[in-house]
């Protein structure tokens, strides 16, 4: 076998296998569990130089059965704050070794590459545990012990020492930060103005990784960029990309260290990672130089984090629609998702929802859809101005005459849009337009009162809205707990409330065919003149109960 990777199924580990199956070699993962297949898959990698085998490093390896390669990855370990020092020396420490003493066994080795941290070769032979931690007193023991040992059995060795590693799946570290900036959870930083908290791509990280075998040994890498803003840059780079507030103050290490972790939501072993420190980089850029590569730009690669990170809730959540991510619409921070250019339909969704309203529908349209939160609303901020002026805007770049589609609030912005500009749809669908209904059970004071809106679980949200508990109700539920959301969903409610009339009277100007859906427990009070299709047994939302035969209805027409 060409190389084998101990931690496969890790962030790292996994990534690191794609790459090398990616370059035709043949690679055998070593895990506990399977977890590495399916992932490969849907990354759509192709598996065929691929063996799976069991293994666990905490244990000798000499004897297990493991199949012999030229090189060996040692990805593994517990990457996690608020480990015991049995348990993160296990893995960090005696796992480590464990590799070492198996690869000295293998007649054909050429490398043994092991994955160390950037802040750790600097540090004592001998770690403070109750200084540093489990997690990062285990990793500055093991830096050391690996040199020692593989210079005891004259083994080929090459240490990586990457940075704050960040891309897709990446749901720990600099990413906690992240998430409650996005929470409004995050009043200010802890560390100095000088803080520097560097990251590395998890793309580069494994092409850098899967180069190193063929270089001479002997050398050890910090694998970083250097180009990384400061950790207030950072955040407030982050910040801007996502359209929230970015803290304003920093409070010093120590004075954080001395606060209560219930008033300052700060891990006690994180903090030894805010320092001013620079890192000896200069052999690593000029390997990956000499092998072509070139980390994306710092700032370019965060935002791109921060989307994935938003569409995947950190962790909680799976995309149903790519390509995603915030676009700047009419002075919006606006959160879109599909196909930008040539949409067959544009799905624009209700209150208190986002876009996910229309997963469920989505999966059965043919023809690619754009489906954005509208400003103000779900993960997109607030725009400038109105919403006629950002919906314009967001439609400029779509070069066909695409279906377009709004439930409840949205029809009143779609109608006007279709009345001004009938040569950019070919047709207008209107789900539950709410200005031709009463007011129904969907529409009660609970969703009248801010306070209680945004303390709303998905259950109870589910249960006031008439609708089972589901990925897109809870999706909805997630918003509303972010500041400002349940406040300007509440009073987009009662603008709309007051704009009924003028939306009813646009009815009689537009020009492109309308299809109206409703469902039987939630009828029009209007006649509009325009065709009515009523689903039996729906409510205010037909897309979530009865997605596929509302999916018939957008989808009679195609894009022209």
């Known amino acids: ?81 608020g480990l015991g020092v049995p348990e993160a020396r296990a893995a960090n420490v005696t796992g480590a070794l464990n590799v070492l003493d ?103 990280l494994v092409g850098f990784l899967a180069e190193i075998p063929a270089a001479p040994a002997g050398e050890h890498y910090w694998v970083l960029d250097d180009t990384t803003p400061l950790l207030p840059e950072l955040i407030s780079t982050i910040a801007g990309h996502l359209g929230v507030r970015a803290p304003r103050r920093t409070i010093p290490v120590g004075l954080v260290r001395r606060l209560p972790r219930g008033l300052t939501g700060a891990d006690p072993e994180t903090l030894s990672f805010l320092s001013s420190d620079r890192y000896p980089t200069a052999s690593a850029r000029a390997f990956a130089a000499a092998a072509g590569l070139e980390p994306p730009p710092a700032v370019e690669a965060l935002r791109a984090w921060a989307d994935d990170l938003v569409a995947t809730r950190f962790g909680a959540a799976s995309p149903w629609l790519r390509p995603y991510g915030f676009r700047s619409v009419a002075g919006s921070r606006t959160w879109v998702a599909g196909e930008r250019d040539r949409p067959a339909h544009v799905l624009l969704h209700g209150l208190p929802m986002n876009a996910d309203l229309w997963a469920p529908v989505a999966a059965h349209l043919p023809g690619p859809v754009l489906a954005p939160d509208l400003p103000g609303l779900g993960r997109s901020a607030p725009a400038d101005g109105r919403t006629d002026a950002w919906l314009a805007e967001l439609l400029a770049p779509v070069r066909t005459r695409p279906t377009l589609v709004a439930h409840s609030l949205a029809c009143g912005p779609a109608l006007r849009f279709a009345v001004e500009h009938p040569e950019r749809v070919s047709r207008l669908v209107l789900v539950s337009p709410a200005f031709l209904q009463a007011p129904g059970p ?118 022209r």
């Not at 759509?44 to 090189?71: E, F, H, K």
């Not at 469902?519 to 009070?525: E, F, H, I, R, W």
Request: overall charge positive; aromatic content about 6%.
């Open 102 to 204: 198996w690869a000295a066994t293998l007649p054909g080795l050429r490398r043994v590459v092991h994955i160390s941290g950037y802040r750790v070769s600097a540090s004592d032979a001998q770690p403070d545990y109750a200084r540093l931690g489990a997690y990062e007193a285990s990793k500055v023991e093991a830096d050391h012990a690996v040199r020692t040992r593989a210079a005891e059995l004259g083994l080929p060795l090459t240490i990586a020492n990457p940075s704050s590693v960040i891309g897709p799946g990446q749901y720990i570290g600099l990413a906690a930060l992240v998430k409650d900036l996005w929470h409004g959870r995050l009043p200010a930083l802890p560390g100095g103005p000088d803080v520097f908290v560097p990251i590395v791509t998890i793309d580069y």
């Open 442 to 559: 969907w529409l009660n004071r609970s969703l009248l009162a801010v306070p209680m809106l945004r303390r709303m679980s998905a259950a109870r949200l589910a249960a006031t809205l008439g609708l089972p508990e589901g990925p897109e109700v809870a999706s909805a539920a997630t918003d509303l707990r972010r500041p400002g959301v349940a406040r300007r969903v509440v009073a987009a409610l009662r603008a709309a409330s007051a704009a009924r009339d003028r939306s009813r009277a646009l009815l009689e100007r537009v020009s492109v065919p309308v299809q109206i859906v409703t469902g039987s427990a939630d009828p029009l009070t209007v006649d509009t003149g325009h065709p009515v299709a009523e689903i039996a047994g729906a409510g205010h939302y037909p897309q979530l109960t009865h997605p596929a035969r509302v999916a018939d209805l957008i989808g009679e027409v195609s894009v």
């Open 1 to 81: 076998m060409d190389a084998i990777v101990f931690g496969a199924t890790g962030f790292i580990g996994r990534s690191l296998v794609a790459e090398l199956l990616g370059r035709g070699q043949q690679v055998v993962a070593a895990v506990r569990n399977d977890t590495l297949t399916p992932w490969l898959k849907s990354q759509n990698v192709g598996i065929g130089g691929l063996t799976v085998v069991t293994a666990d490093i905490s244990r000798p390896l000499t004897g297990a059965g493991l199949p012999g390669a030229r090189d060996v990855y040692n990805t593994a370990g517990r990457y996690s704050f």
